[in-house]
């Protein structure tokens, strides 16, 4: 018997209390995967309102896995199933728009624009309509990005038309101004500028909206969490210790205004040689992934520092489009695939 099916026929025999149905047949385990050196990971998926028996599971089973001798470590997630958000009149959606989502990192430099794209970009090639609204007042990257250098047109002389790149519709406020000319703006004015391009620009039907914030915890990020209904946000970190504890910051912001957390997303998470396809941990790759699962949260992908992703970031044609076949557009593509399911799963 292989160790994966050892492993299932042990969760086989943890009964869930509320259901008194075991744990695999429930579907409460979720995502198994078993390495070829004995680690095991998994998603417990319980119940909100159940979160102490979902622990009681998570110690047995880490205690019943840990005594197979072909195991070398158990590593469990606790996730708590989607809870439909309650009505808050305050926030509100934009017509047309299915998904709203947020892309955020506690600090800068960690390649959060770079993903936003590509993640926009892979869900474009999912069929889907997807635009892509860039929150940075003060450093907007989406234009470079992206290759685009016009600004909107009007017809009404009230709202915006989005650029068009790359099969996304677009909005900066890069579109508007010099990439060199600072934006020496105090918030009242950021959080007008942001709303103005959400809510008054002609972004038409689209399946999802992804929102590239600029870093930390400020004005746009604020006014977003309470007035704008959102699917969800993901926080794109680097492994290093300090950039995983500004991404904590960014993550609990989220949870604070009832904002659900699609998960984290490690980013230059090991460095791949050009030439000999060699790989180097740089930053000691998986501190996302450890963080991700202490706190019972997804973690979405792990994606390489690769001269390919740098070199076509700053040509403004993104990995997805560009080589599309690429293993780090690739990544991108699955991680696409997986926000999708993520927003589309029925919820309770």
């Not at 119940?47 to 005594?67: F, H, P, Q, V």
């Not at 994606?303 to 990995?319: Q, W």
Request: hydrophobic share 40%; aromatic share 4%; with cysteine.
């Amino acid at each position: 018997m292989s160790l994966e099916s050892q492993i299932i026929s042990i969760l086989k025999t943890i009964v869930d209390p509320l259901s008194k149905v075991d744990i695999v047949t429930k579907d409460i385990v979720q995502g198994l995967q078993v390495t070829k050196d004995g680690r095991v990971s998994f998603i417990l998926d319980i119940n909100a309102e159940y979160m102490n028996d979902g622990l009681a599971l998570k110690e047995k089973a880490e205690s019943l896995l840990s005594e197979l001798p072909e195991v070398s470590s158990v590593h469990i997630a606790l996730t708590a199933q989607r809870q439909q958000p309650a009505h808050n009149p305050s926030k509100q959606g934009i017509p047309g728009i299915k998904h709203i989502i947020a892309v955020a990192s506690g600090k800068g430099g960690v390649g959060k624009s770079t993903t936003a794209v590509n993640l926009a970009c892979g869900l474009n090639s999912l069929g889907l309509k997807v635009g892509i609204l860039d929150a940075d007042v003060y450093g907007p990257s989406i234009p470079r990005l992206l290759g685009v250098n016009q600004r909107p047109t009007s017809d009404d002389g009230k709202t915006m038309n989005p650029i068009a790149a790359h099969g996304l519709k677009c909005m900066s406020m890069g579109f508007m101004m010099d990439e060199t000319t600072a934006a020496i703006w105090r918030g009242p004015m950021v959080q007008s500028a942001f709303n103005q391009m959400l809510r008054q620009v002609n972004w038409g039907e689209l399946d999802v909206l992804v929102i590239d914030l600029p870093p930390g915890t400020g004005d746009v990020q604020l006014t977003l969490a309470q007035t704008v209904l959102l699917s969800g946000a993901i926080i794109v970190s680097t492994p290093q210790d300090l950039a995983l504890i500004d991404a904590r910051r960014g993550l609990e912001m989220f949870v604070k205004v009832n904002i659900p957390v699609l998960g984290l997303i490690e980013n230059m998470s090991y460095f791949l040689c050009p030439h000999c396809n060699s790989r180097c941990d740089i930053f000691e790759h998986g501190g996302v992934r450890k963080q991700a699962l202490s706190m019972g949260i997804p973690l979405l992908a792990e994606i390489p520092l690769h001269m390919s992703i740098r070199e076509t970031s700053e040509k403004g044609t993104p990995i997805v489009n560009q080589t599309p076949s690429s293993s780090e557009a690739l990544l991108y593509k699955e991680l696409a695939k997986t926000v999708w399911n993520n927003l589309t799963a029925p919820s309770i």
